[in-house]
């Protein structure tokens, strides 16, 4: 049963991976192939929410989530949904310069 549609919720989407340095900010961006989508953003499964540390951005078909201030805890998988879609990424955090 073809809809028609291909289904495909993301025009864009997340890089495989993202490096920050530790203390940094980074910032996730998607595209979505219909604005009208709501999407959702978890680490580890848990669902984010709007915060200081996670600002959430709307421009016009993306959808942006910065994370601020990095931590070695932040250094984990994330990924969004929209629809009954999901793309997900991963995030490293490098501990400031190497001495030696």
């Known amino acids: 049963g073809s809809s ?8 864009k989407i997340l890089d495989p991976a ?3 340095d530790k203390g940094g900010r980074v910032r996730f961006v998607v595209e ?10 978890y680490k580890n499964g ?9 600002i959430f951005e709307h421009k016009g078909c993306q959808r942006i989530l910065f994370i601020n ?3 070695m805890t932040d ?3 994330y990924y969004v949904t929209a629809g ?3 793309c997900s990424t991963e995030l490293f955090v490098r501990s400031g310069p190497s001495s030696g």
Do not use: H, M
């Not at 028609?4 to 025009?11: I, L, Q, V």
């Not at 848990?46 to 996670?54: A, F, G, H, L, V």
């Open 18 to 20: 993202y490096q920050v």
């Open 32 to 41: 979505l192939a219909d604005p009208k989508l709501e999407v959702k953003w």
């Open 75 to 77: 250094d984990s998988e």
């Open 84 to 86: 009954d879609e999901k």
């Open 46 to 54: 848990q669902e984010i929410r709007p915060s200081t540390k996670y």
């Open 69 to 71: 201030n990095c931590q």
């Open 4 to 11: 028609g549609s291909s289904g495909a919720a993301f025009a």
